[in-house]
């Protein structure tokens, strides 16, 4: 149980939010524990859900922001808006220089939304890996991506998950969104949690020998884990 983490009630799904002083930064949510999404089904009455898994990327959490009023990109850590002048890891600098393809693939997001539409951003989550960002794991040997996994329109008090992050997929900026990896599917059913959880556990202690992100790059090394959400 301990080895697989499970964003906090994926079935209502919201981030919490963070705003700083430009109002823009928007934190993403927690990832928790297996135990919690099972008590969350129990909650909801769901008595059986497909779990779907993608391997989990020790690297840093990264984000790339849009926007609506002013309809300018900005860039943000898991705590903090980054800048090139006050970065974390390259991200920002990632980012500047490939300017041109996220702005035109946010923008064609946005493009029926403005001010009064009660949306202030639109935000693509992920993980920036590789290089020397982390230590211990395969993809420390690849050179650094950005792997998107979670797109989001933003507003004050809410927010919608659009979910396909895979039209940002570009080989050549190294943007390699999570749907494009390996990935994982496990049936929950509640009569039977234990048969779910051992599917799991032996899944996530396959990654952990053997990383299928760093095989992807051609890269052999042990993995982090799974994150699965429905």
Not at 27 to 54: A, E
Not at 158 to 166: F, K, P
Request: proline letters at 2%; charged letters at 25%.
């Amino acid at each position: 149980e301990q080895l697989v983490k499970q964003k906090v009630n994926p079935i209502i799904s919201q981030i919490q939010r963070d705003l700083n002083m430009n109002d823009k930064f928007v934190k993403f949510g927690s990832i928790d524990q297996f135990r919690h999404f099972v008590k969350n089904m129990q909650y909801y009455g769901r008595d059986v859900v497909n779990l779907k898994g993608t391997v989990k990327i020790h690297g840093t959490n990264a984000a790339v922001g849009y926007d609506i009023e002013s309809r300018e990109l900005f860039v943000q850590s898991r705590n903090n808006i980054i800048t090139v002048e006050s970065d974390n890891a390259g991200f920002a600098a990632y980012v500047e220089k490939n300017k041109k393809f996220f702005k035109e693939h946010i923008e064609n997001l946005a493009k029926d939304l403005n001010a009064d539409s009660g949306y202030k951003s639109i935000i693509l989550y992920g993980e920036w890996a590789g290089g020397n960002i982390q230590k211990g794991v395969a993809v420390c040997e690849v050179e650094k991506f950005f792997a998107p996994f979670e797109l989001k329109y933003v507003k004050h008090d809410d927010s919608y998950n659009l979910g396909n992050v895979s039209d940002f997929y570009n080989s050549e900026i190294r943007c390699f969104p999570v749907t494009i990896l390996p990935k994982y599917s496990v049936k929950l059913d509640l009569n039977n949690v234990e048969e779910a959880q051992r599917q799991i556990v032996d899944l996530t202690l396959k990654v952990e020998e053997c990383c299928p992100v760093g095989e992807f790059f051609g890269v052999k090394g042990v993995g982090e884990g799974i994150v699965f959400t429905d």
